[in-house]
């Protein structure tokens, strides 16, 4: 066994890390009806990710550091960061998945991901409020990308999740025009269903390599054992014939 383990520290590759990432897990809310004289989620043009397209590429605002870092000695407790929505659509309900927000480790940044399903932010003033705040603000902005939001035609029915992502600069500068506006950062959003609810997809090619790689290495590590073991029958032999 011990020799499998060193066979594999040497085989797999070293890598250097140079971003960081976040992530939630959550399952998919069950497929919910849309109804005619309900608004369409489309109209929202939000930012959407579906099982068919899993990644987008984004700069996302961010609020500027800690009133802290400022000098003005301000409270944890004071809501900090941007707000920036997003719709995962297309769904398969009930099952499980994972947003994954990557950014470089040279933007420091403090992320807050939450996700709210369709019914819980109708029902939610606040929530209602916030989402219409941000696309009152990107109606303002210029298209970064066309992935906007295409109505779900599955039947009538779309399991379909809001996603929160609130952004703050998470760093300390003498540069005070980077204190009070710092710039977006760009960050990889990336969607990641589950297989069998078990492990997300995106691992599968890993396990697999890794499950060859332990079947070669053993079957290997075998054929060493026995060229060893043979060696040294020799080499004893030849040593008692010797001493004889």
Known sequence: MHRIIH????????TLVHAN??????????????????????????YTLT?????????????????????????????????SWFLLDALQPDQRH????????????EFEISSHTV????ATP???????????????????????????TREGKASSLFVKVRCAADYYTVERGLMEEPPPVLVDLILDPYALNVVPESLLPVIGYITILVFVA????????????KVSSETLRETKSHVR
């Open 119 to 122: 019914d819980e932010v109708l």
């Open 218 to 229: 053993w079957f290997v590590s075998q054929w060493i054992w026995r060229w060893l073991d």
């Open 98 to 109: 994972e947003l994954r927000v990557n950014w470089a480790a040279t933007q420091p940044t």
């Open 21 to 46: 990432s976040q992530k939630i897990i959550f399952s998919a809310p069950p497929a919910r009806q849309i109804l005619e004289a309900q608004p369409p989620l489309s109209a929202l043009t939000l």
């Open 51 to 83: 099982p068919d397209n899993r990644t987008l590429r984004i700069p996302l605002p961010r609020s500027p550091p800690p009133r802290e870092h400022l000098g003005h000695g301000a409270s944890h407790s004071v809501p900090i960061g941007l707000d």
């Open 7 to 14: 066979l594999l520290i040497f085989a797999v590759p070293a």
């Open 126 to 152: 606040a929530l209602l409020a916030e989402l219409s705040e941000y696309t009152k603000r990107r109606a303002r902005q210029p298209s970064l990308t066309d992935r906007l939001h295409a109505p779900s």
